[in-house]
C-alpha cells in the first residue's frame, strides 16, 4: 500500500510556471506506475501526465510541450513541472498511484493540491 501526499499548487498568472510534487509513503515505490490527474469544476477528472515504472510516458494533448512528469524513485516522489500556464490549467491536481499484482490493479489517490492561473 502506498500513500501520498501532494504539494506545490498556488496561484499563478498566466504564462507562469508551477512544480508539484507527490511524496509517496510506504514500501516498493519504484513498481507503481504514477500518473497525475487533475479536476476542474463540473468537469470529470482526468489524465494529466503518466509515468511508468519503467519510465514510459504520456500526455494529455492540451498539456504536450508544457507539461513534464519527472519521478525519482530514490526519494520516493513524482513531481509535474508546469510551464507556459494558462487559465484552463485551473484545477484540482492529484496523484495517483497504480500497481498490477497476479491480475489486480491497485489505485491510490492523493488528497489533491488546487493549481489556479489568474491574472
Known amino acids: 500500500q502506498v500513500q501520498l501526499v501532494e504539494s506545490g499548487g498556488g496561484l499563478v498568472q498566466p504564462g507562469g510556471s508551477l512544480r508539484l510534487s507527490c511524496a509517496a509513503s510506504?514500501?516498493?515505490?519504484?513498481?507503481?506506475?504514477m500518473a497525475w490527474y487533475r479536476q476542474a469544476p463540473g468537469k470529470q477528472r482526468e489524465l494529466v501526465a503518466a509515468r511508468t515504472n519503467i519510465g514510459n510516458t504520456n500526455y494529455a494533448d492540451s498539456v504536450k510541450g508544457r507539461f513534464t512528469i519527472s519521478r525519482d524513485n530514490a526519494k520516493n516522489m513524482v513531481y509535474l513541472q508546469m510551464n507556459s500556464l494558462k487559465p484552463e490549467d485551473t484545477a484540482v491536481y492529484y496523484c495517483?498511484?497504480?500497481?498490477?499484482?497476479?491480475?489486480?490493479?491497485?489505485?491510490?489517490w492523493g488528497q489533491g493540491t488546487q493549481v489556479t492561473v489568474s491574472s
Open positions: 510506504g514500501s516498493s515505490f519504484s513498481i507503481y506506475n
Open positions: 495517483h498511484a497504480q500497481r498490477i499484482r497476479i491480475g489486480t490493479t491497485y489505485d491510490y
